[in-house]
């Protein structure tokens, strides 16, 4: 028993080690970010941009504010002073998007940009309704003089990835924005992104993810929660540190040669966004973020489309981490920024390392008269709540103190955050064996298709979520485990009566909480499938 004993135990401290060490790093992104939220930074505009070679054939000048002047020109000096408004390129890659692709080509239309200065191209790969709407919506917009095609491939081959990669020779602009179906972009989104390029080195400009339906449902409160870490702390500080960041697939702008300059779209991936973000840092270019520019977008409203991202996210993760992991480490990258970057593409890996901590914490809870002989009591594990609070810091400040969150009065946001942190970590916790199966088959490349996760326009509470063509799922084994993990930390927790020890009781408790939510919702969300 004394062996089983020092096996479980050693299992659990790894696995609590690597979550500690993890969430220690992700203090170290906070740090950099809180250092740098007073920056004095010169404003950017259209004035700072300079027209490349390849663009000077059609350059265009259109008339600025006064005290604007472009930079750079040799152009004789115009009556007034200009800007200069290079030729963007939309890019709209969508599959069986009937709820919400009008609404989606309706906002690109609205830009605050030049009409002859920005092409739309839905990159259309469906195979239902959405065909016909999408062609109205295309007529509609050239009648009124917008420069706007629908692309339909033969056949739809790479996916998302290979979407956009057969996509590129119609691409006629300096700079390629994307958008997925679920976003409704800003009139002010070229405006307020494409300046960023005047520094030739910035490749990518990613924008922050905001949240049209976050108050819908406790499922959607608790996606914005962790959304609005990565999009403040951990993207902000991944910058202020020199560290790699990455595109997140949508609600970002390309500078056209920078995906050639990465390799181009590859499909052999299912986080496509991730994979090129890594190879064009390491091809030299940078990424900006724009903490302050907003983008909104619609959250899954049920559990089972959520699960489906997550699989696709952290499965899409870990075969980033196996291609790119490799190539970071035979950079010229400095040491440091070797470390975060390889957090980074391991961060899918932390929901392995949670699930084994979360499996063996009962089985050492009944063992732990076994190593009291060795001297090993609960006390050690006091020193890795470090990982906990660093967690704590980080979420507080990008669900309170951040951008993502003005507008809000400080005591509901205080009130907010105390009530929905536990209820996220319970949720995180009871991913943990869905998102550990993604993780596996990322790392054995099992190869799967690239599944979307389907929207249905749904903007407030009011909107009610109906059975739709697109909600697909059964009742799996991934699912039967959730419900019976459920059922085994609350074992747990009646073994820690039993022996009057309380060591793990709100560890098991957040685990049953969270196993057993998950479960509810997965089940009760099939009744919507037709």
């Known amino acids: 028993m004394t062996g089983l004993a020092l096996f479980v135990l050693a299992v659990y401290t790894v696995s609590l080690l690597y979550i500690t060490v993890y969430c220690l790093l992700q203090f170290n992104l906070l740090y950099h970010y809180k250092q740098s939220n007073n920056p004095t930074k010169h404003p950017v505009s259209f004035a700072d941009m300079v027209p490349t070679e390849a663009s000077t054939r059609e350059f265009m000048l259109v008339g600025a504010a006064p005290g604007f002047a472009l930079s750079g020109s040799s152009l004789a000096p115009a009556a007034e002073p200009t800007e200069y408004y290079p030729f963007v390129t939309i890019q709209l ?66 996916f998302k990835a290979g979407a956009l990669r057969d996509a590129m020779p119609r691409a006629n602009g300096e700079f390629i924005a994307i958008f997925d179906a679920d976003f409704v972009p800003d009139p002010s989104f070229l405006q307020r992104t494409i300046p960023h390029f005047a520094d030739p080195k910035v490749g990518v400009v990613q924008t922050r993810w905001e949240h049209i339906n976050e108050d819908y449902n406790i499922i959607t409160r608790l996606q914005a929660l962790q959304l609005n870490v990565h999009f403040t702390v951990e993207q902000t500080g991944r910058m202020n540190g020199d560290h790699l960041l990455q595109f997140n697939g949508t609600a970002g702008v390309w500078r056209t040669k920078t995906i050639a300059a990465g390799g181009g779209w590859q499909p052999d991936t299912l986080t496509e966004d991730l994979d090129l973000s890594i190879r064009s840092q390491l091809a030299g270019y940078k990424i900006h973020f724009l903490e302050e520019v907003g983008s909104p977008a619609e959250l899954p409203v049920e559990m089972n489309s959520f699960k489906s991202q997550q699989h696709r996210w952290m499965k899409g993760g870990a075969e980033t981490a196996k291609k790119m992991l490799p190539s970071v480490w035979k950079s010229d990258l400095a ?171 709100f560890f098991h408790g957040l685990l049953a909480i969270g196993y057993g939510a998950i479960f509810f919702f997965s089940v009760k969300h099939l009744k919507f499938v037709q």
């Open 93 to 158: 890659p969508i599959y069986n998007e009937l709820y919400v692709i009008a609404r989606l080509i309706d906002a690109c239309t609205k830009f605050d940009y030049p009409k002859d200065r920005f092409e739309i191209h839905i990159l259309d790969d469906s195979t239902d309704e959405t065909v016909e709407i999408v062609a109205e919506k295309v007529k509609e917009y050239k009648a009124k003089g917008f420069n706007i095609d629908q692309i339909i491939r033969a056949k739809r081959q790479g």
């Open 335 to 505: 040491l440091g920024h070797k470390v975060q970057a390889t957090a980074h593409l391991l961060g899918s890996t932390i929901f392995l390392f949670v699930f084994l901590c979360g499996v063996f914490s009962v089985p050492l809870l009944f063992l732990m008269g076994e190593l009291s002989v060795f001297g090993i009591n609960k006390d050690i594990f006091a020193i890795f709540l470090t990982g906990l609070l660093s967690v704590i810091g980080i979420y507080y400040t990008a669900n309170v103190n951040s951008v993502a969150v003005e507008g809000q009065s400080f005591s509901k946001k205080i009130l907010k955050f105390i009530v929905l942190f536990p209820l996220f970590l319970a949720l995180s916790m009871g991913l943990s064996l869905h998102n550990t199966v993604a993780v596996l088959q990322g790392y054995q490349g099992k190869k799967s298709p690239f599944v979307r996760t389907p929207k249905f326009n749904i903007n407030t509470v009011k909107d009610k979520l109906k059975a739709s063509k697109y909600m697909k799922g059964k009742l799996n084994l991934i699912t039967v485990g959730e419900g019976l993990l459920s059922l085994y930390f609350l074992a747990g927790i009646a073994g820690a009566f039993y022996l009057q020890n309380a060591t793990f009781v």
